[in-house]
T-cell receptor
């Protein structure tokens, strides 16, 4: 059962544009929602994370918007750069052993 | 300094063989994990260890057996490898509920 649904599967954005990736979750026990960035041949690396008592978190060009009532959250990448081209994963952490439940990933391509 | 390391990076083997993947973290973390990333890049938790004790064992075949000799190491042993085991396996670690740091992955190919 997919506990975190992520869309779109792929995204092409021009340099300087805004990239938006959306996620929805089902498990209300999730207490932590990270976004991971993965480059080809590398392991995922934490980009930014939010807890459900906060509606928005911003770090540099990256912003998470969180809607607890709708059980949705999204990643906004402002002023997207070619170096941002990677696969992005949203996740929710449940109350069982800290394991992350990942979305299926979004492949982002930022064109020059 | 490498925070979470895995060996080997690539593993090519025949069906039916037994293989192991090693993971070490030098972050002083108390919790370690194994995740499997399939050909469609979907990441799924397999195991979670806290202070050398198994706390999560998802629906993984018995052919997969994790072993944690100490808090800094979590190895994955796979018996009787099958074609469907081909994937990238990631080790990760965290200090309890804090950020999880992933290793570089081990690409397993079963022929």
């Amino acid at each position: 059962q997919q506990q975190v649904k992520q869309s779109p599967q792929s995204l092409i954005v021009q340099k300087g544009g805004i990239s938006i990736i959306n996620c929805a979750y089902e498990n209300t026990a999730f207490d932590y929602f990270p976004w991971y960035q993965q480059f080809p041949g590398k392991g995922p690396a934490l980009l930014i994370a939010i807890r459900p008592d906060v509606s928005e978190k911003k770090e540099g060009r990256f912003t998470i918007s969180f809607n607890k009532s709708a059980k949705q959250f999204s990643l906004h990448i402002m002023d997207s750069q070619p170096g941002d081209s990677a696969t992005y994963f949203c996740a929710g952490r449940g109350d069982s052993g800290y394991a992350l439940n990942f979305g299926k990933g979004t492949s982002l391509l930022v064109t020059p | 300094d490498t925070a979470v390391s895995q060996t080997p990076k690539y593993l090519v083997t025949q069906m039916g063989n037994d293989k192991s993947i090693k993971c070490e973290q030098n972050l002083g973390h108390d919790t370690m994990y194994w995740y499997k990333q399939d050909s469609k890049k979907f990441l799924k938790i397999m195991f979670s260890y806290n202070n050398k004790e198994l706390i999560i064992n998802e629906t993984v075949p018995n052919r997969f057996s994790p072993k944690s000799p100490d808090k800094a190491h979590l190895n994955l042993h796979i018996n009787s490898l099958e074609l469907g085991d081909s994937a990238v396996y990631f080790c990760a670690s965290s200090r309890s509920a804090d950020t999880q740091y992933f290793g570089p992955g081990t690409r397993l190919t079963v022929l």
